[in-house]
């Protein structure tokens, strides 16, 4: 009320032309405008920025509001795991992954599927079983039954977890899919996995897969070209990233975009680095914004207080919830 007394009065028409020249200017400048949170962030290049959950956290209200203001994506870390979801043969519990679902719905946040053949947390039924005819429909149905019960929930599954072995030969590691299967297991995972559920991007996930010239990332692309080739399918290869203090290898980039240049997308799937400076997060996130298909990026758990890595420091947020200095290296990254 005093302002305007004061205020000098503009004529009618310069008014009129300063409101339309700053409603264009503001349109303009809306969509590269920075955003405040990581997923929205990460929007504004049609990327997401996701996180792990376990479901045990969602209790937690410091620990949920960061998860719905950051986060666009949710991993479960462990609820979807074949141990939790198929204890004993045939029978499905799916309580756990449907808590994590149901919050993701509610807060407009999309799903990853983890995982749904992995040699580790497998229950002792499956690792004791002892013929390939067995273990293939035991397998095959429960990619059937998982994937069905979550249909239409999930962004994209991994599939395979984790099938390559550390050993330096580029090879398949000795689980019980691989001895009593061969190694076309892989294969019939991801085909039976597609005869499920057609709209579910289906991933192949690992790790120490990061560095172009090591034998195992040579060993994963191998197969995806193979895959490619062969139209067996498969859409996208998920990069764990768990690094040590330097953070990613100075060739991740250049193995984002080889393998994308397959014809799959590229995704980091498990982002955590020890101790996480500024400069190894922000290195990692210009990585995959340098490449158009690498279309998001997932860190594995919120504070550090969270994180399997105990002791480690490796994620974004410090035990009472606050942003660390690699939040913001992060967030820049991004764009903003
Ligand atoms: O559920 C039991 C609980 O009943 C028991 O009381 C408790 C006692 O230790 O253990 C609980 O299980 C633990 C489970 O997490 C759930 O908290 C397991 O011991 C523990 O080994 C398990 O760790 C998980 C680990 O995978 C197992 O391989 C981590 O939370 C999870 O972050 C981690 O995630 C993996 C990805 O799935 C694949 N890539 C590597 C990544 C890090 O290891």
Redesign the pocket.
Known sequence: MHRKKFAPRRPTVALGMFTAASLAVIMAAEPSAAASTLGAQAAQSGRYFGT?V?AGKLGDGTYVGILDREFNMITP??EMKWDTTEPSRGSFNFGPGDSIVSHAQAHGQRMRG?TLVWH??LPGWVSSIGDANTLRSVMDNHITQEMSHYKGKIYAWDVV??AFADDGSGRHRSSVFQNLLGDGFIEEAFKTARSVDSSAKLCYND?SIEDWNSPKTQGVYNMVKDFKSRGVPIDCVGF?S?FGTGGPPSSFQTTLSNFAALGVDVQIT?LDIAQASSTAYGNTVKACMNVSRCTGITV?GIRDSDS?RTGENPLLFDNNGNKKAAYSAVLTALGG
Do not use: L
């Open positions: 792990a376990p870390e462990n983890h580790s947390q977890n984790e790790y764990q768990h498990e594995w399997w």
